[in-house]
C-alpha cells in the first residue's frame, strides 16, 4: 500500500464510479485498491472485494449488507454533479526555486492586481507611494511606519493597461462565457 493517497476526498460512491471494469492489475484499481485499504464501511469492503476478485486475488469474504434506510430528502445537487476525473499518481513534489518562480509567475500573470493610480496600490493613501526620482527610500535608513503597524515595501517592476491586454488574451482564447470579466483598473 502507499502513503499518497489521490482519492482522499472522494465518497465510496464515487469510487465505485471510477473502477474499470476489467480483470488484471489496472492502474487506477490499484490506486483505489489502496484507498480502500484505509477504509471500513461496508461498502468499501464490498469493493475492495470486488477490486480484489477482478485483480485475481483471493478475496477476503465481503460482511454481509445490512439493509440500509431508504433516503427520505431529497438528494443534494452536489449529488448529482459528477465525479472528477481519476488522478493520476503524481510524482514527489521538490521545493525547486525555478519551479517556485514559474508557478508564481503563473499566479501574477492569471490574477493580475489592477489599478488606475498607483496611490490604489496603497490603499488609496497617495503619500505611501515613494517616487524612486527622489531616490530610494530605505537608503536613509529605515522608514517609519504607522504607530502600531509595519512598513513593508512593495517594488512594482511592470504594469500594463487592462483593456487592451484582456481584449487581446479574449481575441486569442476565445471566452465563450456570456459575462466577460470587466477589464477596466
Known amino acids: 500500500m502507499s502513503t499518497h493517497r489521490p482519492y482522499i476526498d472522494l465518497g465510496i460512491d464515487q469510487l465505485e ?16 485498491l489502496d484507498e480502500l485499504h484505509h477504509r471500513n464501511t461496508q461498502r468499501a469492503l464490498r469493493l475492495r472485494g470486488r477490486l480484489e476478485k477482478m485483480r485475481g486475488r483471493a478475496a477476503s469474504p465481503a460482511p454481509k449488507a445490512q439493509p440500509q434506510p431508504q433516503q427520505t430528502t431529497k438528494p443534494s445537487p452536489d ?3 459528477k465525479p472528477p476525473p481519476p488522478l493520476v499518481p503524481r510524482s514527489r ?4 526555486p525555478e519551479n517556485i518562480l514559474r508557478a508564481w509567475t503563473v499566479l501574477e500573470v492569471l490574477s493580475p492586481a489592477s489599478f488606475r493610480m498607483p496611490a490604489d496600490l496603497a490603499g488609496g493613501d497617495g503619500r505611501r507611494v515613494a517616487r524612486f526620482d527622489r ?16 512598513l513593508y515595501f512593495q517594488i512594482v517592476l511592470g504594469s500594463l493597461s487592462m483593456s487592451p491586454a484582456m481584449e487581446q488574451l479574449l ?15
Open 17 to 32: 464510479k471510477l473502477v474499470v471494469d476489467m480483470p488484471g492489475a489496472n492502474p487506477i484499481n490499484d490506486a483505489l
Open 171 to 185: 481575441q486569442r482564447f476565445a471566452d465563450s462565457r456570456p459575462e466577460r470579466p470587466n477589464g477596466r483598473g
Open 93 to 96: 513534489v521538490a521545493n525547486d
Open 135 to 150: 531616490g530610494l527610500p530605505w537608503e536613509n535608513g529605515p522608514g517609519k511606519a504607522p504607530q502600531g503597524m509595519r
Open 79 to 81: 449529488s448529482a454533479r
